[in-house]
């Protein structure tokens, strides 16, 4: 599903520059649940920001779906991302007037689909995450879980092959962070290919896979025994 071969990104401010990734090579198949650890500033968005094409790396090849991601204009650009990738951020990122059930639907509004086909299936994604009866609410009456639910249901509403999440329970409390967990697991449990940047232990316990990143470069790449998250909820 991705290859990635000898990925380098700096960035550049004024005379200085900063080797963020230093020759980052992995693959992840098709149904993986994987999570990127490492500690602040050790790249993980910036590896997650290249894998989502919101970022171009300066060397190295990424291969998406079979499709090599590098130089693509910016309207193919932004056509592969909205049918390959859904998002998830720490900070949900929700559109703050537009109700539960309007968030959802947005990528389908991006993709084409007509008024009555993006409610139905964004009402249909807003069931999968538990929140059926608080379509018509606000974000700003919604607490910070059910915000990562819309923010879930959003990222699978145009059915990506590959979901990304930057931290998706960086801003939850213990007991929240495992019933968004819980939902990530039943996600992938039915095929859902999806990968996590975390620097908490407990949450990469919960992936199949787990991903160190130190000073630019993967230093430990191990399958991991999953622990399910209903067990701590
Ligand atoms: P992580 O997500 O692991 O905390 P990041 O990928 O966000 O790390 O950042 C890696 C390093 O690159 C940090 O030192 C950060 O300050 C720097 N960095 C990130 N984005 C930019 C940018 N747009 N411009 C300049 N420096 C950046
Ligand atoms: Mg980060």
Same mark, same amino acid.
Request: glycine content about 8%; charged content about 25%; overall charge negative.
């Given at each position: ?43 993980? %968005? ?8 919101? =970022?171009?790396? =300066? ?5 998406? =779906? ?10 193919? *650009? ?12 720490? %900070? ?26 993006? *409610? ?11 929140? *059926?009866?608080?379509? $018509? $609410? ?43 967990? =819980? ?15 975390? $620097?908490?232990?407990?949450? *990469? ?26 067990? $701590?909820?």
């Amino acid at each position: 599903m991705i290859e990635i071969k000898d990925l380098h990104k700096s960035y550049h401010m004024g005379n200085n520059s900063l080797h963020v990734l230093k020759g980052i090579n992995f693959n992840v198949k098709e149904g993986e649940l994987v999570s990127i650890m490492g500690s602040s500033g050790s790249g993980k %968005s910036t590896l997650l920001n290249i894998l989502g094409m919101l =970022d171009e790396a =300066d060397e190295g090849s990424y291969t998406l =779906d079979n499709v090599p991601i590098k130089n693509l204009n910016e309207k193919i *650009a932004a056509n592969y991302r909205n049918k390959f990738l859904g998002f998830i951020f720490q %900070s949900f990122n929700l559109i703050n007037y537009k109700s539960a059930l309007d968030n959802v639907a947005l990528p389908l509004y991006y993709q084409g689909a007509k008024r009555k086909e993006r *409610a139905d299936k964004a009402m249909h994604y807003l069931e999968k995450v538990g929140l *059926a009866e608080w379509s $018509h $609410h606000l974000p700003s009456e919604l607490s910070g879980g059910q915000k990562q639910r819309v923010a879930i249901a959003r990222a699978l509403a145009s059915d990506p092959k590959v979901l990304l999440a930057d931290e998706p329970t960086g801003a939850l409390d213990t007991k929240t962070s495992y019933e968004v967990m =819980d939902l990530i697991q039943g996600i992938n449990d039915e095929g859902k290919t999806i990968l996590l940047v975390t $620097h908490e232990p407990d949450i *990469a316990q919960m992936t199949k896979r787990i991903v160190n990143l130190k000073d630019g470069l993967i230093i430990d790449d191990s399958k991991v025994e999953q622990v399910r998250a209903i067990a $701590h909820v």
